[in-house]
């Protein structure tokens, strides 16, 4: 999951009683959480060969811990358009979240994670083909930029490297796309006033929902020491819990200011750990790709989510008081 994939569920700063600085805090802790389980989240795998697929199965029953939380806070709206757009951001979040444990498995996670959280420019552009919303021009500047770093990205490292173009960069374009469209989901979501713990929850079920297929894809249960599940909850509690503190900075300060700033710090925290991890250097190409990755993330979360303040807020303003 990445920092938009909740962002568009909240219109409205502030919560009743809460402190308008304290969304800093969950801020920071939502990138620290999701900073260190990106670049630990192969270690199962480069460790203990562990598959992709039990990855997944064992993150799936995670999100019940931030589930279960976020419902204690608000009511499970039963509607059926609550039901629809909370299952297709949740299909979509837990099948690129399939693919990326793949992927994480394939390439490295310091130029993953940069396309991977290019996702909000799939999320614009959905919004001006299908509900015909007109971009910004720092948006259009986020676009190219986007697309640049995902061109720089590409590049192999050369003779001297030992990171090539593989699978991985198809795999994370994938990503990117399902994630975005998640997020335009999200925002059709937020749109018909489904509440953000609904959504969060539909997530899980979607997550849950595709275990059997993931178990199916990997034929039968790893052998495996129990070094292996431990590291993976422990990784993957770190991705579920993160997305809580998302939900609880979204309700505490703006999204303007709190979308871009988990955005682009936590693939960040993410590069330099991973960098740090694996003791090696993205090439010069590579590391321009990183920075018009986040560069254009950030342009891009800034302008949608400050035109979705701009449209929700005073509709659900209203409708909280009425």
Known sequence: ??????????????????????????????VLFWGVWGATSSQPVERYDYPDEMIYIIWAFTMLVPAAAALRRERFDRRPVAALYGLLAGLT??????????????????????????SPVITVLMAVALLRERIAR?????????????VLLSIPSGAGGDVDTGSWMVLAVIICVAWGAQAFFMRKAALAGVNDATTFGWMTISGLALVPVAYLMMGSLPSAPWQAPAITAGTQVLNAVGALFLVMALSRGKASVVAPITNALAPVLTIVLSLIIYQTLPTVWGTI??????????????TDEKRGEDTLAPGATAEKVG
């Open 1 to 30: 999951m990445t920092s938009s994939d909740l962002a568009d569920t909240s219109g409205t700063p502030g919560a009743p009683g809460g402190s308008s600085r304290s969304w800093i805090v969950y801020a920071g802790l939502l």
């Open 93 to 118: 979040g837990a099948g690129g979240q399939l693919l990326l444990f793949q992927a994480l498995a394939d390439g490295p996670a310091y130029l993953i994670f940069p396309v991977v959280s290019l």
């Open 138 to 150: 720092l948006a259009v500047v986020g676009v190219i930029a986007a697309a640049v770093a995902i």
């Open 289 to 302: 790709g990183i920075v018009l990755a986040l560069a254009g993330s950030t342009l891009m979360v800034y």
